[in-house]
């Protein structure tokens, strides 16, 4: 069972950038597909970035395409999001998750097998 380790929210201004990372544990890092997820209040559960359990594949929500940067580093069993141009409305927790690799690789928010505890995201106006 993999544990996952989430590093690098804090207060940003809007049209800033952040990198999230999340460190992985316990597990075969190359047998999950991952994802960041977030959960502002009062909404659904929403996965803005997958990447597949290579690396050479990846996927967004169209909320953050173009402007969020999923990736991995197998070496040190690390995934990565890079958050430009950051907006207040994307205030939130942000949790990785790991997805079995005999599963489709999915932006379900709720699909994900493992989860982090997340690091908070703020971006002030």
């Known amino acids: 069972q993999v544990q996952l380790g989430e590093s690098g929210g804090g207060l940003v201004q809007a049209g800033g950038s952040l990198r999230l990372s999340c460190a992985a544990s316990?597990?075969?890092?190359?047998?999950?597909?991952m994802g960041w997820v977030r959960q502002a209040s009062g909404k659904e559960r929403e996965c803005g970035a997958t990447?597949?359990?290579?690396?050479?594949?990846?996927d967004y929500a169209d909320s953050v395409k173009g402007r969020f940067t999923i990736s991995r580093d197998h070496a040190k069993n690390t995934v990565y999001l890079k958050m430009n141009s950051l907006k207040p409305e994307v205030t939130t927790v942000y949790s990785c998750?790991?997805?079995?690799?005999?599963?489709?690789?999915?932006?379900?928010?709720?699909?994900?097998?493992?989860w982090g505890q997340g690091t908070q995201v703020t971006v002030s106006s």
């Open positions: 998750a790991a997805r079995s690799w005999f599963k489709v690789v999915t932006l379900v928010g709720d699909a994900y097998d493992y």
């Open positions: 316990g597990g075969t890092f190359s047998s999950y597909s």
């Open positions: 990447i597949n359990c290579s690396g050479d594949s990846t």
